[in-house]
């Protein structure tokens, strides 16, 4: 069973530098979903380890 995430609000501020892979990750984790779904989607699409993706969608859904 996997974790499924909420939405982050969408008048969250990106605390992220614009253009980075971290910034457009925080992007693709905001609409929320189940973990496993995000961290291969932020793997795919940004070409980072799963350890990185794995990393990076747990940060973001501490941020609230």
Known sequence: MSTVYDALPQDMKNPYRAGSKKAQAFEICRAG????????????????????????????????
């Not at 070409?47 to 990185?52: F, K, Q, Y």
């Open 33 to 64: 979903g189940e973990r496993a779904a995000l961290v291969a989607k932020v793997e795919q699409l940004l070409g980072v380890s799963n350890a990185t993706a794995c990393t990076w969608v747990s940060l973001f859904r501490k941020v609230k």
